[in-house]
């Protein structure tokens, strides 16, 4: 079984700020790995897949980057609504899909 | 526009049985995953389990295999997952998903429907 690890649990930034985000997976996953929005009451949305393709209508501000085991999520300016929380999530052994704890990005 | 809607918030008694739905529209049912997502209150996302409509091939997580039982009717383009005997443990948001194969092995849930809330409590 893959676990996947998302550091930190919570980040405080202030808004215009960057943020960086980390996923770790316990096995390699190359690139099978995507990354998720969610906001307070609503359903998650799709940010990033393939480690690092923007999904469609995602502004630029958000990159995804690595492979293998160690992977990032940047946000550059963040703005007030990308306050939320961000899971990782690995689809590299089918049939079986594997979130993260989940980072909550707050407010400074 | 893709979209998945959800049935109603429910609230049901432990013991009860219950079957949620999930109905996609703007795109051929039939020929992608629907995948069921858990958010127990305050906590992540665990994937339930996915299920295929065109034949009804389902998959389950081993930590809800025997729990739920996921089903689709493609006529209708709707999925389901229902329980035989709620526990108070699966109060929860549950969220559907569709699985979207982007090529090059890439994948991703997108998008998802706006989930239903399940209240069990005597």
């Known amino acids: 079984e893959i676990v996947m690890t998302q550091s930190p649990a919570t980040l405080s930034v202030s808004p215009g700020e960057s943020a960086t985000l980390s996923c770790r997976a316990s096995?390699?996953?190359?690139?099978?790995l995507a990354w998720y929005q969610q906001r307070p009451g609503q359903a998650p949305r799709v940010l990033i897949y393939g480690a690092s393709t923007r999904a469609t209508g995602i502004p630029a501000r958000f990159s995804g980057s690595g492979s293998g085991t160690e992977f990032t999520l940047s946000i550059s300016s963040l703005q007030s609504e990308d306050f939320a929380i961000y899971y990782c999530?690995?689809?590299?052994?089918?049939?079986?899909?594997?979130f993260g704890q989940g980072t909550k990005v707050e407010i400074k | 526009e893709v979209q998945l809607v959800q049935s109603g918030a429910e609230v049901r008694k432990p013991g009860e049985s219950l079957k949620i739905s999930c109905q996609g529209s703007g795109y051929y049912f039939p020929n992608s995953w629907i995948a069921w997502v858990r958010q127990m209150p305050g906590k992540g996302l665990e994937w339930m389990g996915i299920i295929y409509p065109d034949d009804s091939d389902a998959r389950y997580s081993p930590s809800f295999e025997g729990q739920v039982t996921i089903s689709a009717d493609k006529s209708i383009n709707t999925a389901y997952l229902q329980w035989s005997s709620l526990k108070a443990s699966d109060t929860a948001m549950y969220f559907c998903?569709?699985?979207?194969?982007?090529?090059?092995?890439?994948?991703?849930?997108?998008?998802w429907g706006q989930g239903t809330l399940v209240i069990v409590s005597s």
């Open positions: 998903a569709r699985r979207v194969q982007a090529g090059y092995g890439s994948e991703l849930f997108d998008p």
């Open positions: 999530q690995h689809y590299n052994h089918w049939p079986t899909w594997t």
């Open positions: 096995h390699s996953i190359g690139s099978n």
